[in-house]
């Protein structure tokens, strides 16, 4: 079974602080994704990664950034927290191909003081 | 760019009632895949569906996929109380894939 883990289940931060969230996957993918989850607006994604080093923007990008030097990791970082960015974020991995279902981590809810 | 809204955002029923969901597309979808959430939990992927007219079962549960391939729906016969949560399509257009709004289905027993 394909293992998605986030590093952390809740997270509570305050304004103006940097943010890190963790993602790991060990099924070797290549493409991974953030999302952020609120309600009424489903599913949004902030950005994804085909492959080591890449990455392209999402829907809605502002005021994150991502890293991934590792396949298995990929990282999203709020630079300077806000309180509107409170809220459940999800990380998913998939294999390359347009018929591969993308599996999911369990989240973080994260809370911006 | 392409939009997938999925309809309703809520839904009530009482056990044994069915339930519908449906999504449509502003573009031609290549696919689109469903996925469930239960409360607490993360979406899991349920189906695929790829062609146009399809149809699949599982079970309870009967996806359709649009002859135009821009809407999906997804029925549950005679709910019960463990097909509680939020059910999610995401369509396929070219190599971006979008998540619908969802649809939050509560059950009463």
């Known amino acids: 079974d394909v293992k998605v883990t986030q590093s952390s289940r809740y997270l509570v931060k305050r304004t103006g602080e940097k943010v890190f969230l963790e993602c790991v996957q060990d099924m070797d993918h290549e493409n991974m994704f953030w999302y952020r989850q609120d309600p009424g607006l489903g599913l949004r994604l902030i950005y994804f990664s085909y492959d080591v080093k890449m990455k392209e923007k999402g829907d809605i990008p502002e005021g994150y950034s991502v890293s991934r030097e590792k396949k298995e990791r990929f990282s999203l970082i709020l630079e300077s927290a806000s309180t509107n960015q409170t809220s459940m974020y999800l990380c998913a991995s998939k294999r390359t191909g347009g018929n591969q279902p993308q599996h999911f981590g369990d989240g973080t809810r994260l809370s911006i003081l | 760019g392409q939009q997938v809204m999925q309809i309703p955002q809520y839904q009530h029923v009482q056990e044994g009632e069915d339930f519908t969901t449906y999504c449509n597309s502003s573009?031609?979808?290549?696919?689109i895949q469903w996925y469930k959430q239960r409360p607490g939990g993360h979406p899991v992927f349920l189906i695929q569906?790829?062609?146009?007219?399809e149809v699949k079962k599982q079970k309870r549960l009967t996806f359709q996929f649009g002859e135009a391939k821009k809407n999906s729906s997804l029925h549950i016969t005679a709910t019960q109380t463990t097909d509680v949560g939020t059910y999610f399509c995401?369509?396929?257009?070219?190599?971006?894939?979008?998540f619908g709004a969802g649809t939050r289905l509560t059950v009463k027993p």
């Open positions: 569906l790829v062609k146009s007219g």
């Open positions: 573009t031609t979808l290549s696919n």
């Open positions: 995401a369509g396929r257009d070219n190599n971006d894939m979008r």
